[in-house]
Nanobody, 121 residues
């Protein structure tokens, strides 16, 4: 079993910043890509940012230039820094970790419970 826990969400004013964290735990043998996704009211879930095991990154166009995804392999943690937050960034942010467990034999995606980010005045 793998646990994925997000933290760092909350209420912030437009123009502010947030740093989301996501830590994976459990009987993990190896972690591949880690990413952040979001689901806004009335919208479909979208990929916000992904960082691969080789530290290659990609971002959603609307957050590119004001967001930074990073990872700490020793801590099995991925971060998402978002600056210049906009009301349009309001959503539940989910973390996804692609991993292989000690007893497993294939890559599996594990999702966190989500953390609410609300950008409002």
């Amino acid at each position: 079993q793998v646990e994925v826990m997000e933290s760092g969400g909350g209420l912030v004013q437009p123009g502010g910043s947030l740093r989301l964290s996501c830590a994976a735990s459990g009987d993990i043998f190896s972690i591949d890509a880690m990413g952040w996704y979001r689901q806004a009211p009335g919208k479909q879930r979208e990929e916000v940012a992904v960082i691969t095991s080789s530290f290659s990154t990609r971002y959603l166009d609307s957050v590119k230039g004001r967001s930074t995804i990073s990872r700490d392999n020793a801590k099995k943690t991925v971060y998402l820094q978002i600056d210049m937050l906009k009301p349009e960034d309001t959503a539940v942010y989910y973390c996804k970790v692609s991993a292989v467990t000690v007893t497993g034999y294939r890559w599996t995606d594990y999702w966190g419970q989500g953390t609410q980010v609300t950008v409002s005045s």
